[in-house]
Each structure stands twice: as structure tokens, then as C-alpha cells.
Nanobody, 124 residues
Framework: QVQLVESGGGLVQAGGSLRLSCAAS????????MGWFRQAPGKEREFVAA???????YYADSVKGRFTMSRDDAKNTVYLQMNSLKPDDTADYYC??????????????????WGQGTQVAVSS
């Protein structure tokens, strides 16, 4: 079992930045693909970013160039640096872990473990 806990959310003005963290316990993240998803009120949970392998990173088109995902397996933590935030980025952000690196990294069903989420609100 892998337990994931997100932190770093909050309220920020448009154009600002936030850094989300996802700390894992229970098992080492080494060998797990990691992803970030978000869910806005009344909408489905959507893909944001993923590192399925140690050197490859994937981003949704809506965040490309503004968000950067990274992982530190030594600290068992993944991060999501979010810059140039927009009101449309307002959502609950979730990190997730996948035990099968062959699954598509942008699909919710690819992930076995999920955190409880952290709230991000961007004011205009």
C-alpha cells in the first residue's frame, strides 16, 4: 500500500505561483509512475501532469509551459510547480501513483493509489 498526502494548496491571485507537494509513505515511490490530476467543481477529474518514467514528463495542453512536475525519490515526494496561474486552474489537485508503468499516464484508471487532494483557488 502507498499512502499519498498532498500539501501546498491555497488562495492566490491570477499570475501568481504555488508549489504543491505529494509525500508518500508505506512504500518507496521508486518504480511507480506518478501523476497529478485536478477536479474543478461540477467537472470531471482531469489529467494535469505525469512522470511515468524517471526521465519523461507529460503535461496537459492547458498547463504546458506554466506547470512543472518533478519527483525526488530519495524524499519519496513529487512536486507540481505552478506558475502564471489562471482562474481556470481553480480546482482540487490530486496526486496518484501507478504500479504499472505501461499504462497510459494521462488516464485516471492507470493509477492505483490517490491522495485526498489539496485545494487551489485562483482569484482574478
Amino acid at each position: 500500500q502507498v499512502q499519498l498526502v498532498e500539501s501546498g494548496g491555497g488562495l492566490v491571485q491570477a499570475g501568481g505561483s504555488l508549489r504543491l507537494s505529494c509525500a508518500a509513505s508505506g512504500r518507496s515511490l521508486n518504480g511507480y509512475g506518478m501523476g497529478w490530476f485536478r477536479q474543478a467543481p461540477g467537472k470531471e477529474r482531469e489529467f494535469v501532469a505525469a512522470i511515468p518514467w524517471t526521465t519523461s514528463t507529460y503535461y496537459a495542453d492547458s498547463v504546458k509551459g506554466r506547470f512543472t512536475m518533478s519527483r525526488d525519490d530519495a524524499k519519496n515526494t513529487v512536486y507540481l510547480q505552478m506558475n502564471s496561474l489562471k482562474p481556470d486552474d481553480t480546482a482540487d489537485y490530486y496526486c496518484a501513483a501507478s504500479s504499472n508503468l505501461l499504462r497510459p499516464p494521462d488516464k485516471r484508471l492507470s493509477y492505483d493509489y490517490w491522495g485526498q487532494g489539496t485545494q487551489v483557488a485562483v482569484s482574478s
